[in-house]
């Protein structure tokens, strides 16, 4: 590093070591400002423990589509237990990972701060024949119970066949839910297999849905979305099909054409201008564009926004929307840039640029700090960052990463809790729990440099 001073019209040059330049880089970012001594002050996201634990289906999972999601991930009453469901080609499979002990409290980082998963033993794997699909599953949505409504899980598989499952209540975690589930699959010498299990009371009553055109053209991506607080009606999405299609149970509703390819999709919540539990704003996005679309009109076809956020072309491939800091609704794609629009004006208000080395395929507002975002890619790492560049929380830019040991197949979080969970090529799951907390100053300074050098090796 080069540092030149002028002294009376002559002008001086100094030539610093590394470790120098290290020590001026740190005084001038302390005497920027107080953001490191307001990042020590403001409660945020800090993790608490990331695990890893493998998942026996009986051989490696199907691919899937490039940016599909399958896998999503329950927690019980305050996260000591947690159920995850994933699909690999025609057959779901529930994931019972046993409580956290007291050594998976302390997390490991490795290099650069990144977080360390432990290995844990005693996933039960159930494989869930009673939900049958004729081709590849393409995508997992999750409902969680509200009051004497049950949750729902719903699979679509790549021609739209929509096949939704009753799910126990989240308190059915911690009382014996998953002792009960594997005692249910022991074999007949009475040891417990975790691989080819089959326990069809995991789950009840299913009933299945199909598009008008079933079995038409060609198949590929498909997404489904619940309607927040009526679990009944639910929306799906088919890239090929260019085409929504709204769903009262198994009763086919409304069907609306997009006007490119969608890719995501997902209800927008009550802070957008409908009462709790009866959102009928529908984000969904296609190519590069972000599209709003409203249940109750018909001018139009339903669509009351369309907004061009790639005009470069570049797919988005995520979205996600939150009702915090005031409600919006954040895209990203194939640019590697996070997009967050306002709600209430449909404007961008705030972007960040570079997130990942490779495309991003996932993305989750964090409900411990909505000023957060967790962004997943076509890599083996999960990013979460700040997006809001009007906060308190410091520049936009990544906190903290932690990384699995293959291509993610999904990455999805828990309603309500920022319990996160991978799926990996290998068929491996990682989970992480993160609370809220005071963040480690020297730990946010090496993950700011972190993502500086890769943005800089881009």
């Known amino acids: 590093m080069v540092s030149m001073e002028v002294n009376g019209g002559a002008a ?34 800090v993790p608490k423990s990331v695990f890893k634990a493998p998942i026996e289906i009986g051989g490696l999972p199907s691919p899937g589509s490039m940016h599909g999601s399958r896998i999503v991930i329950q927690a019980g009453v305050g996260a000591s237990q947690c159920t995850a469901y994933v699909a690999s080609g025609t057959q779901l499979y529930s994931v019972q990972l046993p409580g956290q002990s007291g050594s998976l409290k302390s997390t490991l980082r490795g290099k650069g ?25 393409q995508a997992l949505a999750l409902a969680e119970p509200s009051g004497s409504s049950p949750g729902l899980l719903g699979s679509i598989d790549a021609y739209g ?7 126990p209540f989240n308190e059915a975690h911690e009382s014996g839910y998953g002792q009960r589930a594997a005692l249910d699959s022991r074999t007949e010498d009475g040891a417990a297999s975790t691989s080819g299990r089959t326990n069809d009371d995991n789950l009840a009553a299913p009933f299945t849905a199909y598009p008008r055109d079933a079995g038409v053209g060609e198949g590929g991506w498909a997404g489904l ?15 090929w099909a260019k085409r929504l299609d709204l769903y009262d149970r198994d009763m086919h509703v409304r069907s609306l054409p997009t006007l490119q390819n969608p890719t995501a999709l997902q209800f927008l919540g009550a802070s957008d201008g409908a009462e709790a539990g009866q959102s009928t704003l529908l984000a969904v996005a296609e190519g590069p564009q972000l599209s709003i679309w409203d249940l109750r009109m018909g001018e139009r076809g339903g669509c009351t926004q369309r907004i061009t956020v790639e005009f470069g072309g570049a797919p988005l491939y995520a979205l996600d929307c939150t009702s915090g800091c005031g409600g919006v609704v954040g895209v990203t794609g194939a640019s590697r840039c996070v997009y967050v629009f306002d709600t209430r004006r449909w404007t961008c208000r705030s972007r960040w640029s570079g997130c990942l080395k490779y495309e991003v395929t996932g993305m989750h507002f964090s409900s411990v700090d909505p000023a957060l ?79 500086q050098q890769d943005a800089f090796d881009d």
């Open 12 to 45: 001086s040059v100094a030539v610093l070591t590394p470790s120098q330049a290290r020590l001026a880089e740190y005084l001038w970012r302390k005497e920027a400002g107080s953001q490191s001594q307001a990042l020590e002050s403001i409660p945020t996201a």
């Open 113 to 137: 701060g990144l977080l360390l998963p432990v290995q844990v033993e005693g996933a039960t794997t159930t494989r869930l024949d009673h939900i049958p699909h004729r081709s590849e599953v």
């Open 161 to 167: 066949r929509v096949v939704v499952a009753k799910l």
């Open 225 to 239: 979305a619940f309607v927040p607080g009526q679990t009944s009606a639910f929306a799906t999405a088919r890239f």
């Open 373 to 451: 975002v967790y962004v997943n890619g076509l890599d083996y790492e999960v990013v979460c960052g700040t997006w809001d560049k009007d906060g308190s929380r410091g520049a936009v830019g990544r906190r903290f990463a932690f990384r699995g040991d293959s291509r993610w197949l999904g990455v999805h979080k828990a309603a309500s809790s920022d319990l996160i969970g991978g799926w990996t090529d290998s068929s491996n799951l990682f989970v992480v729990d993160v609370e809220k907390g005071l963040l480690d100053p020297a730990l946010d300074a090496s993950q700011a440099s972190l993502g």
